[in-house]
């Protein structure tokens, strides 16, 4: 008895293998550490299959099924946050990243570049791409090329275009035919679901407030909840349908789960006309960028936080990180969950102690069981899911403020990371945060911001300002953006290999 207490308390082979103890930790203080995660972040659980599962009619293949997506999310998210924690001993817990799944599902599915099958395909090859450069040991090329205030840009584009996505699945901008005038609106609020969407909005933004643990799940799961009321009881499914809302049935909130998207991928991107050759590279270099960035970003910001951080700003076994991180973009792609990363959101269980790998063992854990009850979380209508888009996106656009070192006897004071009136820096910083939202694609805003700097140095004669890289890098979002010209006019760019 005296050992299973002991192995309870982080004292047996827990304690050896993570080693609580050095990194100033417990295993209950890690274990409640990782739940605090889990239920900061599980707003993945229902976000990510609505977003995949919003092209209802898409141009090319067959939509995705809810049950199919929820299960591959859950799976993805338990098995390699667990793997992150196992192999390298930190409190990174990984699910499928919120924009990367935008960019599968409307960048694209709903474009009619690409079915899903062919957009998952992409997304494991931009896997490969992540392992390989952990493995040669690229990234510090990558880093050194790309302009700090652009890396700002892609982030801060990518959260302005989930907060689009969240404003106008919910009705809260409504598009308007081209006859109007202007493109876009404000949704009706006469109507019960933009009632839902501002409650929803409302509730959740005064837990942020408070300050509230799992802010964005309750407010979810809230919302939710006064949908359903209103759609069962009040106006008898006219507001929301019968697929959503909608109680389900004491019987029917377990279902097996549905593991029929795995290995459902394929590569004929490359062969179709929609693409291309080098379309598809690009799309795979755009995902890429984004992963990569996105990933860097999230460990070391948490890394500071639990003191992984070292005095020269590196983090031990980050090679062993990014692998990791890497397989799983392959296995968000292998399993049509879209590609998985370190959510920003594991800061939440090392800001409540955690310290060690057990944080995302746990965290990771605790997405199994999630996987066999599919029907509940189908009840979540996308009104009650607009505040966490709109939040995430706020979390990503606040990458622009810097915290300047504190002075003697003063506060640290706040500054804007972009400096706007260099205009090499800052009109294609513009760019890329306004194309990204504007067209619906995080791969034009890239390219536009790319290209733009590119252009601007070399006019100004600033060639020690573009790094070799972005010179070729430049090229290649120069031909995406032509593909569509020379398919209509070279005969040999048909798109096909």
Request: aromatic content about 12%.
């Amino acid at each position: 008895m005296s050992t299973i207490a002991a192995t309870l308390r982080g004292e047996g082979w827990l304690e050896r293998y993570f080693g609580f103890a050095a990194r100033g930790t417990t295993f209950a203080q890690d274990t409640m550490a990782g739940a605090t995660t889990f239920v900061v972040m599980s707003y993945i659980i229902f976000v990510n299959p609505i977003i995949l599962t919003g092209v209802t009619h898409p141009p090319l293949g067959k939509p995705l099924v809810f049950g199919a997506v929820l299960t591959s999310t859950c799976l993805v998210a338990g098995v390699m946050s667990i793997l992150m924690g196992l192999t390298t001993n930190y409190a990174y817990a990984i699910a499928p990243g919120m924009g990367l799944n935008a960019v599968v599902a409307y960048g694209l599915v709903a474009s009619g570049k690409a079915s899903f099958p062919e957009a998952m395909g992409l997304v494991v090859l931009e896997g490969v791409a992540m392992v390989l450069l952990a493995v040669t040991g690229l990234r510090e090329l990558i880093f050194k090329a790309i302009p700090l205030e652009l890396k700002k840009a892609i982030a801060i584009g990518i959260g302005l275009f989930i907060a689009f996505i969240g404003l106008y699945n919910s009705g809260i901008i409504q598009s308007l035919p081209a006859s109007a005038g202007q493109p876009v609106t404000l949704g009706s609020f006469t109507t019960w679901p933009i009632f839902v969407t501002i409650f929803g909005i409302i509730f959740t933004f005064a837990l942020r407030a408070i300050r509230f643990r799992g802010d964005l799940i309750v407010g979810i799961v809230g919302t939710t909840v006064v949908a359903t009321i209103i759609n069962s009881s009040v106006v008898n499914h006219r507001a929301f349908g019968t697929a959503t809302a909608t109680w389900p049935g004491w019987h029917h909130f377990y279902a097996r789960p549905d593991f029929s998207l795995l290995g459902n991928i394929s590569l004929h991107s490359f062969s179709n006309t929609q693409l291309g050759v080098i379309a598809s590279l690009v799309w795979v270099f755009s995902l890429f960028l984004s992963d990569f960035f996105d990933f860097s970003g999230t460990a070391i910001g948490v890394g500071k936080q639990a003191g992984y951080v070292d005095q020269d700003g590196n983090i031990p076994k980050f090679k062993k990180a990014l692998v990791v991180d890497g397989a799983a973009a392959m296995a968000g792609g292998f399993a049509s969950s879209s590609s998985a990363t370190t959510f920003i959101e594991s800061g939440s269980g090392v800001a409540a102690g955690g310290r060690t790998g057990w944080v995302a063992v746990v965290a990771g854990l605790l997405f199994f069981p999630f996987m066999f009850i599919s029907p509940l979380i189908g009840m979540v209508p996308a009104q009650a899911t607009a505040a966490a888009l709109v939040v995430v996106g706020w979390l990503m656009i606040s990458t622009l403020t810097e915290m300047e070192g504190e002075a003697e006897g003063q506060a640290a004071s706040k500054l804007a990371g972009i400096d706007f009136h260099d205009l090499a820096i800052g009109l294609s910083a513009a760019l890329a945060i306004m194309v990204m939202p504007f067209t619906y694609s995080i791969t034009n805003g890239i390219g536009f911001g790319f290209i733009t700097y590119t252009v601007i140095c070399a006019a100004r004669r600033e060639w020690k300002r573009i790094h070799p890289f972005m010179w070729v890098v430049t090229g290649a979002f120069v031909l995406y953006f032509l593909v569509p010209l020379l398919q209509q006019h070279v005969s040999w760019f048909g798109g096909h290999i």
